[in-house]
C-alpha cells in the first residue's frame, strides 16, 4: 500500500511562513519551486525535483490540527504517502475501522485519502487520479 513519503506539511501564521522557508532552503537545502495556485499564501519546497515540504497558511480563526498537547504551538499538519491501489486500500481502511475522507483533487492530479493517527495527527495517502 504505502511505496514512500509525500511530503510533509507545516501550517502557520502568516507572518511565520517566510521564516519557515528560509530555515529549510538554507539550512536542509531544499530549494523553492512552483505551487499549485490555491486559494492561500504558501510554499513548496522541493528536494531532487520533488516538493516535499509544503508550508501553507494558518487562518486567524483557524485551529490548528492533530497537536499532542494543544497548548504547546505546533505547526505540523500532517504527513503525507504515496500510496497504490486506492480501491484495495479503502477497503484495508474500513476493514480496520478506520474512518477516512476521499477526495479527488484535479488541480493537484491526485487521489487522496485524509484520516487521523491515534495521537490525532494528519495522515494522507496519495494516488494517481484515474478519472
Known amino acids: 500500500m504505502i511505496t514512500g513519503l509525500h511530503h510533509i506539511n507545516l501550517r502557520a501564521p502568516a507572518e511565520l511562513l517566510a521564516v519557515l522557508r528560509d530555515f529549510y532552503r538554507d539550512v536542509l537545502g531544499l530549494e523553492q519551486g512552483p505551487r499549485p495556485d490555491f486559494d492561500s499564501p504558501g510554499y513548496w519546497l522541493y528536494a531532487s525535483g520533488h516538493p516535499v515540504v509544503h508550508l501553507s ?68 495517502i496519495n494516488f494517481p487520479f484515474e478519472g
Do not use: I, K, M, W
Open 57 to 124: 497558511t494558518q487562518r486567524a480563526n483557524e485551529a490548528v490540527r492533530g497537536p499532542v498537547n494543544p497548548a504547546a504551538p505546533t505547526t505540523y499538519d500532517h504527513t503525507a504517502f504515496f500510496g497504490t491501489d486506492p480501491v484495495g486500500t479503502a477497503a484495508h481502511l474500513r476493514a480496520l475501522g478506520v474512518s477516512f475522507h476521499e477526495s479527488r483533487s484535479p488541480v493537484t492530479g491526485q487521489h487522496q485519502f485524509f484520516f487521523q493517527d491515534p495521537a490525532g495527527n494528519g495522515v494522507e
